[in-house]
């Protein structure tokens, strides 16, 4: 099993920029494909952004391209993710999670990935 811990979360004006992180512990890091998922309220969890295991391959949701970046440090055993033009749409409650897996070939949905973090809250708000 891998552990997940995210931080990084907090307040942010409008158009600011944030960096979440995510300490993954237990087994090898780099055995699992990542992902970043939102939860805001009252709404479903949605997909953010998907990186294969050593960072060949990266994924975002449309809404997220061009203002987002998924990275990832092996040797660190930690994902990062680094958000930029936040809007207060971005408001929620952001996961990390690990799908164990072969070969990325793309975002194939949250089912897949078997472990999560506890997530951290991100607000957008003047």
């Known amino acids: 099993q891998v552990q997940l811990v995210e931080s990084g979360g907090g307040l942010v004006q409008p158009g600011g920029s944030l960096r979440l992180s995510c300490a993954a512990s237990?087994?090898?890091?780099?055995?699992?494909?990542m992902g970043w998922f939102r939860q805001a309220p009252g709404k479903e969890r949605e997909f953010v952004a998907a990186i294969s295991r050593f960072g060949s391959r990266t994924d975002y949701t449309d809404s997220m391209k061009g203002r987002a970046a998924i990275s990832r440090d092996n040797a660190k055993n930690t994902l990062y993710l680094q958000m930029n033009s936040l809007k207060p749409e971005g408001t929620a409650v952001y996961y990390c999670?690990?799908?164990?897996?072969?070969?990325?070939?793309?975002?194939?949905?949250?089912?897949?990935?078997?472990?999560w973090g506890q997530g951290t809250q991100v607000t957008v708000s003047s």
């Open positions: 999670a690990a799908r164990y897996t072969g070969t990325y070939n793309g975002y194939n949905g949250a089912a897949s990935y078997g472990y």
């Open positions: 237990g087994r090898t890091f780099s055995d699992y494909a």
